[in-house]
């Protein structure tokens, strides 16, 4: 029945870590978002690209996950990346400026916490406890903040919604089944597609610096990801 499958999902062996889950997630990304309109999308992802770093870290220390010197390398050389395609750039210290770098911080222990939950949770339970948490802990201060949706963006907002969807709930499936210290070499990503989105939709210049960097970002991932299968 539609109970008992909702009883099954809901239950978790895990519930502490499965609500402050909810928590980080959702403090991250609304710190994220707020970042892109202070100092734009590629900024912030370049910022938040210390996040594989203090992740590889976390879960060495808490997950007693092994961390090699090839893990070390392929963070390195996707960092290196990273700092390629933002090369140069000059932010001015202020709290608007560290936001990325608190919501790496947040993000790096939530990915922590995932592949611990990984341990006793299913990919379903797992998805959906963040969901929730997150739903209503958003919900409650939103009519604080609350301006109506404007017709036009509703096509945008269902966008982003499903491929939000979709992309959280592989990555909780992703942890299942990789190390964490594995995975985020590969959340370099993140900051050559935003350079990409930026290019085609802001009309941001293809540098040169953007594809050398790109280039060092896709072979840290292919790396570690080779050298796991060893």
């Known amino acids: 029945s539609g109970r008992g499958v ?20 959702i403090s991250s990304l609304l710190m994220a978002i707020y970042s892109y309109t202070q100092v734009g999308l590629i900024v912030t992802h370049a910022l938040m690209a210390v996040f594989p770093l203090l992740t590889v870290l976390l879960s060495g220390l808490f ?4 961390i090699t010197r090839i893990k070390v390398v ?3 050389v996707g960092f290196l990346g990273v700092t390629i395609i933002i090369n140069p750039i000059n932010l001015e210290f202020s709290l608007v400026s560290v936001l990325p770098l608190i919501s790496a911080v947040t993000f790096a222990i939530y990915a922590v916490l995932t592949r611990k939950v990984a341990s006793t949770d299913n990919t379903e339970t797992s998805f959906f406890w963040v969901s929730l948490v997150s739903a209503i802990a958003i919900t409650i201060p939103s009519p604080l903040f609350y301006k109506p949706i404007q017709f036009s963006d509703l096509y945008f907002l269902a966008l982003l919604c ?5 992309g959280h709930f592989l990555l909780t499936n992703a942890y299942r089944h990789a190390e964490a210290s594995v995975l985020q070499p590969f959340s370099y990503f993140h900051l050559f597609f935003a350079s990409v989105v930026g290019i085609i939709f802001f009309q941001d210049p293809l540098t040169i610096s953007t594809v050398a960097g790109g280039g060092l970002i896709v072979f840290g991932g292919i790396l570690i990801s080779r050298k796991s299968k060893l």
């Open 162 to 166: 499903t491929f939000s969807l979709v």
């Open 74 to 76: 392929a963070v390195g």
């Open 6 to 25: 909702l009883r099954s999902i809901l239950k978790t062996k895990q519930p502490v870590a499965q609500v402050s889950r909810g928590l980080l997630f």
């Open 63 to 66: 997950l007693k996950e092994e």
